[in-house]
């Protein structure tokens, strides 16, 4: 797990410092975008959540805040990166495939194909700067699916750690539905701005 940390925070060291022409060519590694917008969301997302574990569970609002703090920035720290890495080798492993592909070289400058292959590609999506303001919204709201895995399996082991007074499938349960009420407002919001950016036809 550390080794693995280490990796992906190097990697995104790189692409922060690397020319902004070299990663044009070489495509957008949405990690870049999705970990810090993670992170400004974490103080909305962590009073939501806390508010519906409060409510949930029957617990003082403060001993919520301070659990869901704890599982927030785990999951954050921890879980996005994993989830895009994995994502990441996915999308490495689909790419050899399509590659070989005799039809492969069909793909490019399509724009169905371009919708297609961003569901398969959102971990680091590919150089093209036509398609590129809808294919980045498009890439989180993919992204999103994930997450939203990696997120609960870590929060619930959190929370399950610091409220061992209460039962494990109650806990399963309630940071199932805490995450499908923060990641279904951020999809919301995501939604939104890929209409947005189709309607006006740019960022």
Known sequence: MTIILKLITAMTLIMLV???????????????LAWPGMLISLIPI????????????????SRSTKIMTIANLASTIIGIPLAWAAM???EIGMGLIISSLPFAH???????A?????????AW????????YWMV??????????????????????????????????IKT???????????LLVMLLSIWLIVALIKGHY
């Open 114 to 122: 371009s919708v297609i292959m961003t569901f398969f590609s959102a």
């Open 18 to 32: 690397w020319p902004s022409d070299a990663l044009a060519n070489a495509g957008l590694p949405m990690l870049v």
């Open 125 to 132: 999506i590919a150089p093209d700067e036509k398609h590129a």
């Open 174 to 184: 309630t940071t199932r539905n805490l995450n499908l009420l923060s990641y279904g």
């Open 137 to 170: 919204p498009l890439a989180f709201i993919v992204l999103m699916i994930p997450f939203f895995f990696a997120t609960w399996w870590i929060e619930y082991r959190s929370v399950k750690k610091q409220m061992k007074d209460v039962d494990f499938s109650e």
């Open 88 to 90: 990441l080798v996915l």
């Open 106 to 112: 069909t793909l490019y400058n399509n724009t169905f």
């Open 46 to 61: 962590v009073i939501l959540e806390s508010w519906y574990l409060h409510s949930r569970l029957k617990i003082s609002f």
